[in-house]
């Protein structure tokens, strides 16, 4: 099913945007912040204690007006309401997407295929919490009558990425005498590593999979299988104390021999990347307990309420998506980098860069017709103040013009000396270098000889937001995550992409379907490839 749109180049606004661009890019931010003395005070907004300083961008109000303008003329509020309704906004997968569904409080109610989906949300907590509490507490024995001491999420992509993040942001909550590990790829040191020093009368795993078909992880889960059997002398039984299932395939569950009584459900309006606060956050429920993974689920919310009703001017999640799409499309600017100043947030980068890259990396708008502009940027990043002692160099002063965000906290989880003040001086001395740089009159007043000149000037100019909270808590990072997820459901708005489907991931896994066999053959296989591919593939076969 397609529908009609009007071209972003037919939107008013959009044109409008062209000719302000034509005119603004020329002045710099030094310039801007000259003008108006409120700058700095005046471009933030906060929610919930969520603030954001995004003065440091290369805009004005007119180009706020325009932006929030091309918002409406593509229909965000529309789009947003069909969102948390229930409508099935991911036309190419027929589904609808519902991950604020997954954080909606006991009463709310939102009716998907004539179901009201927010009482099952509830079941499914309910029944992660009984288990959570009774593994937390060793009530939950192993196969042996042993109290589990390591959990092992199996799962890939959205099934992995969010729980592995929200453990390490969340470590500092966490339940210390269990160990947590993570295993995704089908590389077998993963697997070997993750379990080299476990026991395995003492290890539970959790295999995390929407599907429970996909490749990587039904490998993993049986080696799993086979590690533990034989850690635990052959009996079959030993399974249901040692496996538990999250997924919404009960039939493959039971097939692979777990009891489907140890399998929490969720539901195929969760997508893969929009799942870590579904049942799919399991270990994360694990390591810190149910309160504190409801109070994740109420910052997800609170930032859910806050997208829905807020007037796009004050809206953080659609100014930051509005923004991103100015410099995408309007500088020509090919990455985000986010630069978290939060050492337990050091997964944040890789966690956003699924979320943003799978749902935006897109070149065909709703209507099934090839975008006219860039989609999706480039989205990176490594916690501060390790990446200023490497890859700042380019962001500083090489050719490419690289909005960054960088995310502080007023109070550190683990205060020592002055290490925090002096993390948060990093911060604001990055994003104030990056706007406002150091021009060669300044760099000849320190005496530089005039042939290095050049090489110590700052053009600044950069673009920053910067994204303040008071300390890292489950219910700030429910926030976080939800702030760039409705950013990114901005920006598809806008370029009319479905940000839900993933369909550029399924050619390779069919390739590689065909490949293991030919691999694995024990009589020469007769090869079709290409050849590169074809002569690779008897390169590997002879010397394997
Ligand atoms: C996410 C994607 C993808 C998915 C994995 C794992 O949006 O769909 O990353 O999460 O491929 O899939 P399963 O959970 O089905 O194993």
Request: hydrophobic fraction near 40%; charge should be negative.
């Amino acid at each position: 099913m397609t529908t009609k749109l009007t071209p972003l180049s037919e939107r008013s606004a959009w044109k409008a945007l062209g000719a302000h661009h034509q005119k603004i890019q020329g002045t710099p931010l030094s310039q801007l912040f000259a003008d108006d003395p409120a700058r700095g005070e005046r471009f933030t907004v906060e929610t919930g204690g969520i603030f954001l300083d995004y003065s440091k961008n290369r805009i004005t109000d007119e180009t706020l007006k325009l932006l929030i303008q091309l918002a409406e003329e593509s229909g965000l509020k529309a789009r947003i309401e069909a969102m948390f309704r229930g409508d099935k906004i991911n036309i190419t997968e027929n589904r609808a997407v519902l991950h604020v569904a997954l954080r909606a409080p006991k009463g709310e109610s939102i009716v998907v295929d004539g179901e009201d989906v927010v009482p099952p949300v509830h079941a499914v907590l309910d029944k992660m919490a009984g288990f959570a509490d009774r593994v937390r507490s060793g009530e939950w024995k192993g196969h042996t009558g042993k109290r589990i001491r390591n959990v092992i999420n199996i799962g890939i992509g959205g099934s992995d990425l969010g729980p592995v993040m929200a453990y390490e942001a969340l470590k500092h909550y966490s339940q210390r005498d269990i160990n947590f590990r993570f295993v995704s790829n089908v590389d077998g040191t993963d697997f070997a590593e993750a379990v080299q020093d476990l026991k395995a009368d003492e290890t539970l795993f959790l295999v995390a999979s929407k599907t429970f078909t996909t490749l990587e992880t039904m490998t993993n889960a049986h080696s799993a299988r086979d590690w533990s059997l034989a850690g635990l002398g052959g009996d079959e039984k030993a399974v249901a104390k040692h496996f538990v299932a999250i997924s919404t395939n009960a039939k493959e569950v039971s097939k692979f021999g777990i009891d489907t009584a140890n399998m929490f459900e969720f539901w195929d309006w969760v997508g893969g990347r929009y799942s870590m606060d579904s049942a799919i956050g399991l270990s994360t429920m694990i390591a810190i307990g149910p309160d504190n993974f409801r109070a994740m689920l109420d910052g997800f919310h609170q930032m859910d309420v806050h997208f829905r009703t807020t007037p796009f001017e004050k809206n953080l999640p659609v100014l930051l998506g509005l923004l991103t799409v100015w410099y995408t499309d309007f500088f020509d600017a090919q990455t985000v980098a986010i630069l978290p100043y939060e050492q337990y947030l050091k997964r944040f980068p890789a966690y956003l860069q699924q979320l943003t890259m799978e749902s935006n990396g897109k070149h065909v708008t709703l209507d099934g017709t090839h975008v006219e502009t860039e989609t999706g940027p480039i989205y990176w990043g490594e916690p501060g103040t390790n990446g200023q002692h490497s890859f700042y160099q380019l962001i500083h002063q090489g050719t490419r013009l690289i909005p960054c965000d960088f995310i502080g906290f007023y109070k550190t989880l683990n205060p020592l000396g002055r290490h925090h003040d002096m993390l948060m001086a990093n911060v604001f001395a990055q994003a104030e270098a990056l706007a406002f740089g150091k021009t060669a009159e300044q760099v000849k007043a320190e005496g530089t000889p005039d042939w290095l000149v050049p090489h110590r000037v700052f053009e600044g100019n950069r673009p920053s937001n910067t994204i303040l909270a008071e300390k890292l808590t489950p219910e700030v990072l429910g926030k976080l995550i939800a702030l760039y997820e409705h950013s990114v459901f901005t920006q598809g708005t806008i370029w009319s992409i479905d940000s839900f489907d993933q369909w550029g991931v399924e050619l390779g896994k069919v390739l590689a379907q065909r490949i293991i066999g030919e691999l694995e053959s024990a009589t020469e296989p007769t090869l079709t490839h290409d050849t590169s591919t074809t002569n690779l593939i008897k390169r590997y076969r002879k010397n394997k």
